[in-house]
């Protein structure tokens, strides 16, 4: 075990264990997106997770980090707020802000972080760029709304490590990124349908079941 202090908090943790984890573990929170409980090696993609550690000459990603003994962190800086508003601005530059039509609606990851961050869902910082299609319904059992996807991987996460499949992952580059699928409707598992895995893993209701629309 090895002991640390975050925000002036004093907590007890097992040596190596991920800094988000255990600051989430100890009612610390951090806004993040991308990272589930038990991974090993999260992606960092949403770049949400910021904190400050002593030594260190700028912000991290917790959710890159291994605590150490005598780590001090601080989750509640100017620097750290700012980057972690401005990553949610940028994710809402990519995203069809319609919560009251949204079945993500109350219960949205992005809702709750612009709570936290006391910062509002639309802002005119950053032009908005949505693609051009609404949705993908090229899947035999799932929707995919790719205006609504923030890209934290979780679906991809939960399908491959999780379940042990290999239906989804990231296509296309850049602004044009969505969650494509591999196989057709012949040659993905019945088993997917009965799974719902990475539904309810998403956020945001980008990934409905068919029958659920």
Excluded: W
Aim: proline share 6%; net charge positive.
């Amino acid at each position: 075990m090895v002991t640390l202090l975050i925000d002036d908090k004093k907590i007890d943790v097992k040596e190596g264990t991920n800094l988000l984890r255990a600051c989430l573990e100890n009612d610390i929170y951090i806004p993040n997106l991308c990272y589930i409980k038990g991974m090993q090696n999260p992606p960092a993609s949403c770049r949400l997770c910021f904190v400050e550690i002593e030594g260190e000459d700028h912000p991290i990603a917790s959710c890159t980090v291994r605590v150490r003994d005598d780590m001090l962190v601080h989750t509640d800086t100017p620097r750290v707020r700012r980057l972690q508003k401005t990553a949610l601005q940028l994710l809402l530059s990519v995203h069809d802000v319609d919560c009251k039509n949204c079945p993500a609606n109350r219960k949205c990851g992005l809702q709750d972080m612009a709570r936290f961050l006391k910062t509002a869902l639309k802002s005119n910082r950053f032009d908005l760029f949505l693609k051009k299609n609404q949705v993908d319904q090229s899947h035999p059992f799932l929707d995919y709304y790719p205006n609504r996807c923030v890209l934290c991987g979780r679906c991809v996460y939960v399908c491959r490590d999780q379940q042990k499949l290999t239906e989804l992952t990231f296509a296309q580059r850049g602004f044009n990124t969505v969650i494509g699928f591999f196989g057709n409707s012949q040659t993905i598992p019945p088993s997917c349908d009965r799974c719902r895995a990475c539904a309810e893993v998403c956020p945001v209701a980008a990934l409905l079941p068919k029958r659920e629309i």
